[in-house]
């Protein structure tokens, strides 16, 4: 009873999170879970301090992918991006935290990875835009679109870190 009342309470009051509440929506893509990278990046976000707010393992079906890459439908490398992304099994994830939707995107390096600096996801792990590893939300707006077409509410887990007194002062 209560796990349902904090989960329609989270639901209703997604869209107004802020600040410590703000979450993002980061995918391993295809070569990433190929490359057995998932723990790698799972570690990277959680020894930031971000807190695992949902997590799973799935083949993204071809509407998904193509509501989650919409705005670049009329990209010339929009069909290749849809054959890569159903490659193989994506793992997503959402991740919560103060400010955690730009520090994601510093975290992933540029969609080049090129031009990616070392340290950076994709700077440490990929050489090609078209094999670069991970997806993050680039806007909390673009980060709530993404985690309710990705995810159920009742897949998002409510919980509180006992560390959060060492991450937030
Ligand atoms: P993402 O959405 O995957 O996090 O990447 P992003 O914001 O850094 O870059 P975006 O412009 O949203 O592009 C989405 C993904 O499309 C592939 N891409 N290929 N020139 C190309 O062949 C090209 N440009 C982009 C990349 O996989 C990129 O991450
Ligand atoms: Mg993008």
Known sequence: MICLFLSIFAYIFQSGWTGVNERTFIAVKPDGVQR???GEIVRRFERRGFKLVGLKLLQASEDVL???YWELRNKPFFSRLMTYMSSGPVVAMVWQGLDVVKTARKMMGETNPADSMPGTIRGDFCVEVGR??????DSVESAQKEISLWFRSNELQVWEPSSNCWIYN
């Open 66 to 68: 193509r509501e989650h």
């Open 36 to 38: 057995r990278l998932v």
């Open 132 to 137: 670069n590893v991970i997806h993050g939300s």
